[in-house]
């Protein structure tokens, strides 16, 4: 969902082929300029620049694969077009030339193909400098097969026929006719995306060069491109499932895998890099809540699995739901060279559309690199280097790096509640039946499995802020290595200090994990650390000491009192800000970045010193936290504490306009409110003079529309009431601002009648 060169071509013409797709080899027909007497069947040329109106478009609303190509409907078979020739040791060859004039690239796809074995397939380039090929029954799946894309605006399709043997059928169904690839694409394709996006084998790629090999970019209906990565089960047998998004899906007989497309450095290079192809899948599950769609490649495939050749790395997967400290993302934005993001952050739960709520993980704002068109279906990778997501959709952009990239949940994906096989993920890559919570990445070139492997998956209980000394930390202790956990030391402390341990026995098998509580610890106030390490399991040696530790910061607040704010969302809660400050106006809390979409309560708990606090809350709109109608219901604000609770903003008075404050005191014994004087405006509605007067004076006034736009601003000489003309403002819905001379800023609506 989210938004090759002239020179490099010439290039192409005199050296070997780069791409491989089929089992090699350089087809059975070559004379020269022989080319001239195959046949030739013509499509007309595309409307480019309607097709290049749309994408921008498509690019900006999102929701498809990102767009490379037209698609020319057709069925051209070795009984219809082409000629048949036979060669002097008797086998047959047929030959057609298919043209799409102007074309940057053209790919095709065909059905209702029998390869006979023996017989074999090509395509290729007139002067034979970029072939696929030899495609054979291997890469055929129920008569269909879809090819890369080949160089130009003229392939030929070669089909031989080996001597003796059954002649087949093939046909071609479709011609894809790229237009945003090469001259025009040098800067939309190969090297296409923002500037800011780093190549995967950059230096910062280093930790994850395992995962890289497991992303692949993909072909959907032979004109789009997205993202996806194999990703391995509880069997660690090398299934090929590959893991996208939903709104990627086409017909996976004809998709085209491309593995291994990046730069061999952090530099682009100057000429497209090599690559490998398969081709071929059949669909597993899919489901559009969380965006998911899960397909087994079929063809090109040896021994069952991905070529050895191609080093296949199965991503693995966490389905706990357990929020991740950290996320990067490896990915083909605009259909470039594999990429790789940071996030640095912990994610959110949240939901993209009309998705349901908690199904997605939000990246607030990438840390290094952004998502872009082709992006699509790429995985989100936690800190433990598993797979929690595959991208959906968003906004962020390398002009705009702060904005938020929501991907569908593993743990939702996983068993939706009424899914079966068809539209879940457990099924797939559980199929044993284990349980398992995480799985860990596999790679059939590594050898022998770690057999001893446990590490501490997550620290609970030490983060936050806390009201009270007491703190009382937990652990997530799993079990990575082939052989049961069944006992282990537990080494932790506060501060920098690692002087505590705890001694576990249980029995853990392979990918479970348990919740190990420790003693509570007492700590003054102020800012403190976590820390925890596992070592000794079963009283022998770790086999993979890089996922041992884990550490924590957190807060605590003696004498303090716990506040709760809850916040009640309307669909728009993009528009939402809010910050609280103390009474010597430091900001200690703020809150943005929501989606919209997601009406509901959002409940965020404070530790506040005694004393008095502001609680601002904005709307970039103007209309407050009304929805209706276009929402259920409009937003509210309540904040409560020890019983006390205050009501200030509710369903009835949601449209605040821009900006309102709450204000209020915590003393230990609830929460007091402080009622402040607001700006007073009459008439209201209003047809020519509306008379306004604040509780404070005031230094300028402005008449605002929905949109934000200022119609009138007048400067006011610290005046408390005053009267303003809006007579040739039009029938309508408006909002006048004052800003004291203090800097607060009151607002209230005005109807113009």
Known sequence: MKRFLSSFFIFLWFNACFAQQGDGGFGHYFSNNGWKTIPLVSYPTPNVNALQAEDRVLDSVGGQPWRFGYNHTTAINTENQGVWINTKEGHSLWLVRLKSPNALTINLAFDKTIIPEGNELYVYNLDKSFILGKFTSNHVYKGQLGTELVPGDEVIVEYFVKKNNPKGFVQVNNVTHGYRTAQ?????AFGSSG???????????????????????????????????????????????????????????TWVFRFNWQSAGC?????EPTFQSLSGAILRSRASASDFCLVEITGGLQGGTVPAAYTPYFNGWDNSGNTPSSAVGIHHPSGDIKKISFENDPLISTTFGGSPANSHWGVTGWDQGVTEGGSSGSPLFDQNHRIIGQLHGGASACGAPVL??????????????????????????????????????YDPSGGVPVQVDPFLAAVNGVSGTFCSADISPSITLSNGGAVPLTSALITYGFDGSTNLTYPWTGNLPQWQSTTVTLPTAQLGSGTHTFNATVSNPNTGVDENNLNNTQNSSFNVVLNGQEVILGLTLDCYGSETSWSLQNSSGTVL?????YNDN?????NIAWCLDFGCYTYTIND????????????????????????????????????FGFETTLNFCVDGSGINPIDLPSLVIYPNPVQQIVHWKAPFPVSSLCVVDLNGKILIKESVSDSLQSSLSIEHLAKGVYYLTCELVSGEILTKKVVKE
């Open 404 to 441: 938020s990239d929501e991907y569908g949940k593993i743990s939702y994906s996983w068993i939706p509640n009424g899914s079966d096989s068809t539209n879940q993920l457990k099924y797939w890559l559980d199929p044993n039946q284990s349980g398992a919570t995480f799985v860990n990445g």
């Open 589 to 593: 809390f703020t809150g943005n970045g």
């Open 620 to 655: 970039s709109y103007g209309d407050g936290m009304y929805g209706l109608p276009w929402c259920p219901a409009s937003g509210s604000v309540e904040i409560s504490s020890l019983g006390d609770s205050l009501t200030g903003i509710s369903e009835a008075n949601s449209d």
């Open 195 to 253: 500037n800011c996006n780093l190549n995967v084998n950059c230096p910062e790629g280093g930790p994850w060069q395992q995962e890289r090999n497991g992303v692949v970019m993909l072909v959907s209906g032979n004109s789009g491109f997205c993202s996806g990565s194999l990703i391995n089960n509880t069997l660690n047998n090398g299934k090929p499932y590959v893991l996208t998004a939903n709104h990627c899906f086409s017909n996976p007989a």
């Open 184 to 188: 025009e694409f040098y800067l939309k």
């Open 598 to 602: 997601n009406a509901g309560l959002v």
């Open 267 to 271: 530099s682009n290079p100057g000429t």
